[in-house]
Structure formats: structure tokens, C-alpha cells
């Protein structure tokens, strides 16, 4: 398995640090969704799903977590603890956040609107739909 962590370009001086991002250019897609987490408990694991189409790049831009990675047949454990780097997270890839830092806040840049339809939320039904999908495959 592929794991595609994008490091954005830094902007600094003796005022700080900025990172831009812009879509198409350094996020592989149209950002139609931002949304973030943070106050996130000890020891709480968030996620447990796969989505059938949406892309997501994943910052943690402040404190870190770890996102384990699943695409039906290899696992990968990722940390993300850097402001300036992003995980890319494709569609058909089961994800599981956890081991925040008390001060985590996650941000999360995804490619389409909220879609319920769209979330694969049993492990069971994912290894099925990814089975079936690489049954259809030429």
C-alpha cells in the first residue's frame, strides 16, 4: 500500500509560519468540505469507515494522531504531528483516527459535500464492497 503524505510549502519569518493550500495545486482536488476535530478524549478512536468515492487530506495542525489505514488487504499505521504535512486518504481505504495529543486539533479537506450514502461504516460490508469491486476490474 501506497501511503501519500504531502508536505506543504512553509512561509515563515520572525512573525511565524503560514501554510496556503489551494486546490488543484496542492490538494490533488476540489475542496468542497473542511471541516475539523479537536477536545478529542484519551484514549478515543474516531472513524471506523471507508467512503465509496470521497478523497480527504488529513492535517493535524496542532499536536498529532495516528490514522491506521486499511484497504482491505494491507494495513499501515501513519502519525501525523507536523502543521505544514498532509495525509491523503483515497476513496475504498478504511481509516481508524486515534492516539490524539490532549492539544490535537485534526483538520480535514475532502473532495465532496457531506453524503451519507457515500460512508461504508461496517468492516464486514467494506471488505465486500472491495472484494466486489476488484471482481469487476478488467
Excluded at 58 to 78: A, F, M, Q, R
Excluded at 96 to 103: H, K, N
Excluded at 109 to 137: C, M, P, Q, V, W
Aim: proline residues 1%; negative net charge.
Amino acid at each position: 500500500m501506497q501511503v501519500l503524505k504531502y508536505a506543504f510549502q512553509q512561509h515563515g519569518d520572525s512573525r511565524g509560519q503560514l501554510v496556503a493550500l489551494e486546490e488543484f495545486k496542492d490538494i490533488p482536488f476540489e475542496i468542497k468540505r473542511v471541516y475539523y476535530m479537536y477536545d478529542t478524549g484519551e484514549n478515543v478512536h474516531r472513524g471506523f469507515h471507508a467512503h465509496k468515492s470521497l478523497e480527504q487530506i488529513l492535517i493535524c495542525i496542532h499536536g498529532s494522531c495516528k490514522v491506521l489505514l486499511d484497504n482491505g488487504t494491507e494495513k499501515k499505521i501513519v502519525s501525523l504531528e507536523k502543521p505544514y504535512e498532509g495525509l491523503y486518504i483515497s476513496n475504498d481505504m478504511w481509516r481508524e483516527m486515534y492516539d490524539f495529543s490532549s492539544d490535537a486539533v485534526l483538520l480535514v479537506l475532502a473532495s465532496d459535500y457531506y453524503n451519507e450514502e457515500d460512508y461504508i461504516r461496517n468492516y464486514d460490508e467494506f471488505i465486500k464492497f472491495i472484494t466486489d469491486k476488484g471482481e469487476h476490474k478488467l
